[in-house]
């Protein structure tokens, strides 16, 4: 292991990784502030929707722990490097793309640079700093992601109207120069005790998470008949192999990417179900909450980034705050506090959805709902992490980062299927003698919505756009109410 002690870098290598993963997290923001723009330039369906999101986090699920653990072997600095490269590489592939196909395949490869980066920069942190200086830099390393994180719709709703919606990628160009540039000074670490490859499990972890989300997804189109009962049946036995083939390779003591093991201490089995049921309702409703705003409603991106923005202001505060709260209550506490708080804004936000829904209507529900994030995140990891014996706490890290980004997956395509289905039924009702129309809303998730000219039929489009979007915000707090609950079966800090 390398150490500032040994090699004396100040405080540069801790903003140059901090800095590489804020551009890679905030990215997915600015993003789905830009899909109506996309929409309507590329003509996309609501599917493609779903999958330029979904694959990139599924991307970087599957290979999170392969990767982090190979860039533990030949190195943190050249693996973090590789994986910006890749990232800035796929975000030129994407700010040029002419057709969803092209992409979605860019989304492919951004996922793959984000599994080779962001691992690298929290065992980066850890490899280099120590004692107070550590506690320091993680510190740091939050405060800089959050911040980041809370201009990213400002950002993203800025280059969008101004500039178009290329720039939501070309933006990465310039900063991504910079990190890489950055990261010359940052000193190479390794720990060649990581282990091996694990060939059959990382397969299996690919085949099982897409074939469900490929089910979810495309089910609508399929009207699901086949091949969407295969898909599903294709994603049950893949993850039942995967169990099967972890825990023999266990016993056998050959490398593995998935330590089953950990299932079985109390806290990492339960905080790991919340942090997928968290990961379900945040990044389904960051998706489906800026496509209604300007497709339904009429909105701006900037207009839209602006009032997204307040969700990720309310995450930035309430991480503020936890550090003083955590004195006061446990931290199982701070987290039902928080899952409670996003409960409240995903109702809130169903219920005050209308057809003539203001900016500042949303904005203390989304406020709510983004600092109940801020005090769930900012504990999660520590509650689900708090029984894993020190030796193991790499694979428990790893392994639950890849539970909530599989998550994320799930709820964009599950969150995304029920507006879909919503808009279909709810068109259907209101214009039973329009289906071609009904079917150009539900398939474009809406944007067709500013394309109808006739008042009185477009009124009804978007009072369809509304139920459907509150029945997508009422999925995501019921959603949430059963996160609550695997919050009650996590260990109190009495029995921790």
């Not at 399929?222 to 993850?239: G, K, R, S």
């Not at 446990?330 to 003539?356: K, N, T």
């Not at 009904?438 to 978007?462: E, W």
Request: contains cysteine; proline residues 5%; charged residues 10%.
């Amino acid at each position: 292991m390398v150490s500032l002690n040994q090699r004396t870098q100040g405080w540069l290598p801790l903003f140059v990784l901090a800095i590489g993963a804020s551009m890679i997290v905030i990215d997915s923001t600015i993003v789905n502030v830009a899909i109506p723009a996309i929409i309507a330039d590329l003509h996309l369906t609501a599917t493609d929707v779903e999958w330029i999101n979904s694959i990139y986090s599924l991307m970087f699920a599957a290979l999170l722990i392969p990767l982090g653990r190979t860039g533990d072997v030949r190195g943190r600095r050249l693996m973090f490097m590789l994986g910006i490269g890749l990232f800035l590489a796929a975000s030129v592939l994407a700010a040029a793309s002419v057709s969803a196909a092209m992409l979605i395949a860019a989304r492919v490869v951004q996922g793959v640079g984000a599994s080779m980066a962001v691992p690298m920069t929290l065992a980066g942190i850890n490899a280099l700093y120590t004692g107070s200086r550590r506690t320091i830099a993680f510190a740091v390393w939050g405060s800089v992601i959050g911040g980041m994180a809370a201009v990213g719709p400002l950002t993203g709703g800025w280059l969008v109207t101004d500039f178009g919606w290329r720039w939501a990628f070309w933006v990465n160009v310039p900063i991504g120069l910079l990190v890489l540039l950055g990261a010359l000074r940052v000193p190479e670490s390794r720990d060649p005790s990581a282990g091996g490859w694990d060939v059959p499990g990382l397969l299996l972890s690919v085949i099982g998470p897409f074939s469900l989300v490929f089910g979810l997804i495309e089910g609508q189109r399929y009207d699901w008949a086949m091949p969407i009962p295969l898909a599903f049946c294709v994603a049950a036995v893949a993850l039942t192999a995967l169990v099967l083939v972890e825990r023999a390779r266990a016993r056998a003591g050959r490398p593995i990417m998935l330590d089953l093991s950990l299932l079985s201490i109390r806290s990492f089995r339960y905080g790991g179900a919340a942090g997928m049921v968290v990961s379900i309702g945040e990044f389904g409703l960051i998706l489906i909450v800026p496509l209604f705003l300007q497709t339904a409603i009429g909105f701006t991106a900037l207009q839209t980034g602006m009032i997204i923005a307040a969700m990720a202001v309310g995450a930035f505060i309430a991480g503020s705050v936890v550090p003083k709260l955590a004195r006061l209550i446990s931290p199982r506490a701070i987290v039902q506090a928080g899952l409670g708080l996003e409960v409240i804004g995903a109702f809130g936000i169903a219920w005050v959805l209308s057809p003539h829904v203001g900016p500042w209507t949303l904005v203390p529900w989304l406020f709510a709902y983004g600092f109940g994030m801020g005090f769930a995140s900012a504990q999660l990891t520590g509650v689900t992490l708090a029984g894993v014996p020190a030796h193991k706490s790499g694979r428990a890290s790893g392994l639950q980062s890849s539970i909530r980004q599989v998550g994320a997956a799930i709820g964009i395509a599950a969150l995304g299927t029920v507006l879909v289905t919503g808009l279909g039924s709810a068109m259907t009702q209101k214009l039973p003698d329009r289906p071609d129309l009904a079917r150009a809303v539900r398939d474009s998730g809406g944007a067709a919505i500013a394309a109808i000219r006739d008042p009185a039929t477009h009124a009804l489009a978007v009072e369809a756009s509304v139920s459907a979007t509150r029945r997508v915000m009422t999925v995501t707090g019921l959603v949430l109410l059963f996160g609550v609950g695997a919050t009650m079966l996590l260990p109190g800090k009495e029995e921790a």
